[in-house]
């Protein structure tokens, strides 16, 4: 087999990051947090996707791409219902929360074993400017991250005791940069005008940000694949595909965008973030204010530290969860969302965004006995 160099492997990263496509299918999974920890090995096919196993403790829906968020939905509903009679057949529970078990000053690298998310897979977008171009939906997807992280929290307590944290799934990426390795160009923290394209304040070049970002990640040995190759490591393409499947970022290319922002939610809970993220990102009018509002949280410091402990009792977080989630109300308006979808976005705002609350709350609530 080929081996390969430092530079082969970075060009090998970035020339698979992005495949342009115009915005419209849409990919959701949901993890199943299990109690007890030993889920069934192998993958399983569903009536539209997959069942995979991630570790003994997390089991994976992997839905299709789809048409549209309204069929993302219905095929994810119909695969969740199958999982959960595959977990009810090995007499094992489905915990309504991201994580319990996962110490926030765990390694990075052990991100995902133990903990629960929804992931939405969206097409890379268009060469060129504007609101769906791929340079621009690079920038919105990390601005938007931890503002969806922080609306969504889910995982405050560890061993049924609060931690600190409103997400301890969160908190394992509290030290990353909201846009890594992009320097910011001095200019004004909003843009004069929401036709401004991104690339006037945002100047390296995302593949190659992209594939640095993957060399320095740690692998399952907590070494880097750069510090692999610069030890004299013969690596091949194999071995980086893997470890690129293995990286859970908030938001990868991986010829298309996956963002994994959002904590796993209780019931059908999946289906609001599922939606938000589809609708500020695949929605020129929605991604436009979207960006409005979020864009300056590049300047922010600590930003996902905050959002991973105070969620939206920060001021700055919570500002740009209500002004993103009126966005994503007003697409669903525009498109025809169903009723249920609308009001299900409606409750979710007015129970948590616009209290500052977030599903994390309520279990913390509860710990303390004030419910």
């Keep these: 087999m080929t081996t390969l160099t430092e530079q082969a492997a970075a060009e090998h990263f970035a020339a698979r990051a992005f495949t342009p496509g115009v915005p419209g299918f849409v990919g959701v999974a949901v993890d199943l947090l299990l109690d007890p920890a030993c889920a ?36 994810m509903t119909d695969d969740l219902a199958a999982a959960s009679r595959v977990v009810d057949q090995h007499g094992l529970s489905v915990l309504p929360f991201a994580t319990d078990t996962v110490h926030p000053e765990g390694p990075l690298h052990a991100y995902g074993t133990a903990t629960a998310g929804i992931r939405v897979g969206l097409e890379a977008g268009l060469e060129g400017g504007g609101p769906l171009g791929l340079r621009r939906r690079w920038v919105l997807a990390h601005t938007l991250a931890p503002v969806l992280a922080a609306a969504f929290a889910n995982a405050p307590l560890r061993h049924g005791r609060p931690t600190g944290w409103r997400s301890v799934r969160q908190a394992l990426r509290r030290d990353l940069p909201v846009l890594p390795g992009t320097p910011v160009v001095p200019g004004p923290r909003i843009p004069d005008s929401l036709t401004v394209p991104a690339g006037s304040r945002f100047t390296a070049d995302f593949r190659t940000t992209w594939a640095a970002t993957v060399l320095d990640a740690p692998t399952v040995t907590g070494r880097s694949l750069r510090d692999r190759f610069r030890s004299g490591t013969r690596l091949t393409v194999a071995d980086l595909d893997r470890h690129l499947a293995s990286l859970r970022p908030p938001v990868a290319a991986r010829g298309h965008l996956e963002i994994d922002a959002v904590d ?108």
């Design 264 to 371: 796993r939610q209780s019931g059908n809970g999946w289906r609001v973030p599922a939606a938000v993220i589809t609708a500020l990102l695949d929605d020129p009018r929605a991604a436009e204010e979207a960006y409005a509002a979020t864009v300056h949280l590049v300047d922010e410091p600590r930003l996902w530290e905050r959002a991973a402990r105070d969620a939206l009792t920060d001021p700055v977080l919570a500002d740009a969860a209500r002004a993103c989630f009126l966005a994503a109300y007003a697409s669903f308006a525009r498109h025809g969302a169903t009723r249920e979808l609308r009001d299900a976005l409606a409750d979710y705002t007015d129970r948590y965004v616009n209290r500052g609350r977030c599903p994390a709350d309520d279990l913390l609530d509860r710990a303390a006995g004030l419910v």
């Design 40 to 75: 069934p090995t192998g993958r399983r096919p569903l009536r539209h996707g997959f069942l995979d196993t991630r570790s003994p403790r997390v089991l994976v829906v992997s839905g299709p791409p789809s048409p549209g968020i309204e069929t993302a939905l219905r095929r």
